[in-house]
């Protein structure tokens, strides 16, 4: 079971998880083995990784403050039925987290999925049916996001890539982000997690 610790952030308590894929009963044999491979390189097209566990990936047009979701569109032509959705107006290192961050659902929520035909825990309607992008449906959808966005950690910045590369760079943020083609927000996510800051 992945290690897990609270952290106060903002006055609310937030799950945060050093996650492994390996020790993560959600995840099957053959997806482990895939993002086994994906974890062993840092040239790895997470594009082509989410094709591989049976998603398609298509840029959209999506509003300033969405980064993307799931959707369930069978005639897409997706071996699962499902297709990621990120927003074309997002930096490359953006839309490859939010990639990563959709897998993650993907593989570890997939049970959640039954029955939805979207996935996008930010998005809540009002009672008089408008959106409000800041809020999530239900408090399961918090611990959702937290593992989705941990998974993505993990995924494009593995432990065994990233700890050598932290020392070798001497914990240079922006060194460390253009080596992974991530954001400097997201190594500092990874860094917190892995208790290196």
């Not at 897990?4 to 083995?33: E, H, N, Y």
């Not at 491979?37 to 959209?60: I, M, P, R, Y």
């Not at 593989?107 to 930010?122: C, F, N, P, S, T």
């Amino acid at each position: 079971m992945p290690e897990v610790q609270l952290v106060r952030c903002d006055d609310r308590v937030q799950l945060m998880r050093g996650f492994s894929f390996k020790g993560d009963p959600r995840i099957a044999d053959w997806q482990r083995t895939k993002l086994r491979v994906f974890c062993s390189a840092l040239d790895g097209n997470v594009v082509h990784l989410a094709n591989d566990l049976g998603l398609k990936v298509f840029e959209e047009d999506l509003l300033p403050y969405e980064r993307g979701f799931l959707e369930k569109a069978p005639s897409l032509g997706s071996q699962s039925g499902w297709v990621v959705r990120i927003n074309r107006r997002d930096r490359p290192e953006t839309q490859k987290f939010t990639i990563a961050h959709e897998v993650g659902h993907f593989v570890l929520h997939g049970a959640r999925l039954e029955g939805l035909d979207a996935l996008d825990g930010r998005v809540n309607r009002s009672t008089e049916g408008s959106l409000d992008p800041f809020s999530y449906l239900e408090d399961r959808d918090r611990v959702m996001e937290s593992e989705a966005n941990s998974f993505a950690a993990a995924l494009l910045m593995p432990k065994n890539l990233f700890e050598p590369a932290f020392n070798r760079l001497s914990g240079d943020v922006d060194a460390i982000a253009r080596l992974f083609a991530v954001s400097d927000s997201a190594v500092g996510r990874r860094l917190r997690e892995l208790g290196l800051r």
